[in-house]
């Protein structure tokens, strides 16, 4: 049976046929034609910019296209809004959370299709049952009436996922559906995905984690600058196969950087403590001591809760610590604001760019320049040439791409905002920088260039401390790995380690004490 047969079989609920979109003079679809089978996986593979999540969102009545149509149950279809998709059957878990902070657990999984009560109002217990049943079946314990605002990362995605399990779609879009997820939490929701099959869900996958995308996918598909390169089946692709139609060869994410000298310690943490904002007696840091030397990467892993985040947030002077020392070049560091500890070269890329890490509603000029304001600016006067300068040189220098910078940040693909991030960092000229989860939510092509970044760095002297929660990145470009486990350090390893012993140190694995 060849492939082109094999894919088509199986009822097609839903197509993009001839698909265009176009944002002026940006084609960001190319007439691209895309299935969705009846009880089964297509799995959506890309670059950062290819165009996967503007297709999705045309396939979900986010955005209309420019050119061809959507095929529903064999019938031509326009969606007026997502609403009206949702009302249809279609439901899309976008890649960015769209959560209300300031509300429930509850109240945001029920927004905009409240339960009524028999007297008409809205019946609130109904709402806290069914909210409490969806964290069952994700096997997640969060009380239907805590603040979102309140939750982790993860647990934030959780309940995007929740949300969209809740109107009982026929057809889900998952865009990076585990970008926050820890690996017990991605089991959870593969079988879920796989419940969600049986029952005849017709699942659209996006995802940057390739190898965990394989273990789902029944079909695959590749988007390339706008256009489709490649489909087969599950049984025809591979690894290899899926990094070679994304970026056309393969690729790895580098190695430590050499060919330099390490100098003295930059960054000195001295047992560190961080406490439980809900619960103070409970530390998630505890006791933490790592040093990082002027030209040395150091990389961070742990399972969510590991206290990863938390330590790199105390550091940069976003959470107040109970007890220890924080020193950057032997200068304490304690007590200092976050501009204050900017002001002397210590600077955290956070792992939520859109909440931290961008303004919206600015530029990418604007927002690559934001953290060096006081480079530009004397008094009340701003010097536009230097702030181009700065803009300018952060564009060549982090490759950004982008029409210039008085483009909007929204107009960027994920991998590219996030190279605003670090661009803004890096243009203060740091003598350490603190990324958390620099690779979250962006693909192979996007990762490896983010690292490449932090090896030029290193190499000009700059000590590098970054976290992560995929195994694979620690064996990349970090001179030492750090395993964190319930706010301790559990152990430390060279880059010749292995995944297994990563995973064990950290209770990630069967071999973990």
């Known amino acids: 049976m060849t492939a082109a047969r094999e894919y088509a079989m199986g009822e097609v609920v839903l197509s993009a046929r001839d698909v265009a979109k176009s944002f002026g003079n940006i084609h960001a679809l190319k007439g691209v034609n895309f299935d969705v089978h009846k009880g089964q996986v297509t799995t959506l593979f890309g670059e950062n910019g290819a165009g996967k999540s503007t297709l999705m969102k045309i396939l979900s009545g986010v955005m209309k296209p420019t050119s061809g149509e959507i095929i529903l149950d064999g019938e031509p279809v326009t969606f007026a809004s997502s609403t009206d998709a949702r009302d249809r059957g279609v439901s899309i878990i976008h890649q960015e959370l769209s959560l209300a902070p300031n509300l429930s657990v509850r109240d945001n999984i029920f927004m905009g299709r409240e339960i009524k009560g028999r007297a008409g109002g809205i019946d609130y217990a109904e709402e806290e049952r069914q909210t409490r049943l969806l964290m069952e079946e ?8 805590t603040m979102v605002e309140d939750l982790r990362l993860g647990q934030q995605q959780i309940v995007e996922i929740a949300r969209a399990l809740s109107v009982n779609s026929r ?13 017990s939490e991605v089991e959870v929701l593969f079988s879920v995905i796989h419940d969600l099959k049986s029952r005849g869900v017709s699942i659209v996958y996006i995802s940057h984690h390739l190898e965990e995308a394989l273990q789902i996918t029944d079909h695959a598909v590749v988007l390339r600058d706008g256009s489709m ?10 690894l290899e196969w899926i990094v070679h139609n994304m970026v056309g060869e393969g690729f790895d994410l580098g190695s430590p950087p050499v060919g330099h000298t390490m100098g003295e310690a930059a960054l000195s943490i001295e047992n560190l403590c961080v406490p439980d904002k809900v619960n103070p007696e409970r530390l998630l840091v505890d006791k933490v001591s790592i040093d990082v030397k002027a030209g040395e990467i150091v990389c961070i892993y742990g399972l969510m809760g590991a206290g990863r985040t938390e330590l790199m947030e105390c550091v940069a002077g976003r959470l107040q610590e109970t007890s220890g020392t924080i020193r950057l070049n032997g200068r304490e560091m304690n007590g200092l604001s976050i501009a204050g500890r900017i002001a002397e070269g210590l600077v955290l890329v956070p792992e939520d760019r859109q909440r931290d890490g961008l303004v919206q509603t600015m530029s990418v000029g604007q927002n690559l320049s934001l953290a060096s304001i006081g480079a530009f600016t004397k008094g009340l006067f701003t010097s536009k040439k230097r702030e181009g300068d700065i803009v300018t040189g952060s564009i060549r220098n982090v490759h950004i791409k982008t029409d210039g910078g008085e483009a909007p940040i929204t107009s960027l693909s994920g991998g590219n905002q996030q190279k605003v991030v670090i661009g803004k960092m890096l243009a203060t000229e740091p003598k350490a920088v603190l990324l958390d989860e620099p690779s979250r939510g962006i693909d192979i092509g996007a990762k490896a260039e983010v690292f490449r970044l ?10 590098v401390l970054f976290t992560t929660s995929e195994v694979g990145e620690c064996l990349s470009i970090a001179h030492r790995i750090i395993v ?30």
């Open 454 to 463: 932090l090896a030029e760095g290193a190499k000009r002297g700059l000590a």
């Open 229 to 238: 390169t490649a489909r087969a089946p599950r049984s025809e692709i591979d």
């Open 138 to 145: 994700l096997e997640e314990d969060i009380d239907p009436l």
């Open 484 to 513: 964190m486990r319930r706010g301790t350090i559990a152990a430390e390893f060279g880059p010749d380690t292995t995944k297994e012993a990563i995973m064990a140190a950290s209770g990630e694995s069967k071999a973990a004490a």
């Open 171 to 183: 057809i889900l879009i998952m865009d990076e559906p585990t970008s926050a997820l820890s690996a």
